[in-house]
T-cell receptor
Framework: KQEVTQIPAALSVPEGENLVLNCSFT??????LQWFRQDPGKGLTSLLL?????REQTSGRLNASLDKSSGRSTLYIAASQPGDSATYLC?????????????FGAGTILRVKS | EPEVTQTPSHQVTQMGQEVILRCVPI?????FYWYRQILGQKVEFLVS????????KSEIFDDQFSVERPDGSNFTLKIRSTKLEDSAMYFC?????????????FGPGTRLLVL
């Protein structure tokens, strides 16, 4: 059974700091891994999807890495800003007979202080 | 960019009442999902829907829940007799085709509060 774990559960940093969020998964046979952002009481915004054949994926100040063999992914946020404050979720797909379903971690609550 | 929409954004209901949550997936997508997130907990899979039938459902998705795609565009989740523990954020998602190579597109969610 696939389990997804995220550490730390919460993180508070001053503005401008670079930071790393961690995600681990128990079954390394994944097709991809997706990072989402969730603002309080809001929906899920997809940030990055990194395929199993990739080691890194970048979007602006965000960089996601994937190490399938060790069951880990990191989300690196450069030069953090107060607007980055949100919960960050990682998820991996479980392939079903038709389509796939996502298994989510519990998230890391990020607060960037100005 | 096309997006998944959900209505209503918030719903308050009394325990035992029926609720219907509505979703309009992206038009050329074929696979549809409902997830829920109880406050402070993980987002969890409820049900997937393909070719006008349920393709998989979780343990949570009991006889009180049903889904349908009544008119080729809307995708609904019905809870027949709500319980307090059904209070959660409900997300609809869709993907274009099968396999694990494509991203799931999520709607903004419906926050359901059962009193």
């Amino acid at each position: 059974k696939q389990e997804v774990t995220q550490i730390p559960a919460a993180l508070s940093v001053p503005e401008g700091e670079n930071l790393v969020l961690n995600c681990s998964f128990t079954d390394s046979a994944i097709y991809n891994l997706q990072w989402f952002r969730q603002d309080p009481g809001k929906g899920l915004t997809s940030l990055l999807l990194i395929q199993s054949s990739q080691r890194e994926q970048t979007s602006g100040r965000l960089n996601a890495s994937l190490d399938k063999s060790s069951g880990r992914s990191t989300l690196y946020i450069a030069a953090s800003q107060p607007g980055d404050s949100a919960t960050y979720l990682c998820a991996v797909p479980l392939i079903m007979e038709y389509g796939n379903k996502l298994v989510f971690g519990a998230g890391t609550i990020l607060r960037v202080k100005s | 960019e096309p997006e998944v929409t959900q209505t209503p954004s918030h719903q308050v209901t009394q325990m035992g009442q029926e609720v219907i949550l509505r979703c309009v997936p992206i038009s050329n997508h074929l696979y549809f999902y409902w997830y829920r997130q109880i406050l402070g907990q993980k987002v969890e899979f409820l049900v997937s829907f393909y070719n006008n039938e349920i393709s998989e459902k979780s343990e949570i998705f009991d006889d009180q829940f049903s889904v349908e795609r009544p008119d080729g565009s809307n995708f609904t989740l019905k809870i027949r007799s709500t319980k307090l523990e059904d209070s959660a954020m409900y997300f609809c998602a869709s993907i274009r085709d099968s396999g694990g190579l494509v991203t799931q597109y999520f709607g903004p969610g419906t926050r359901l509060l059962v009193l």
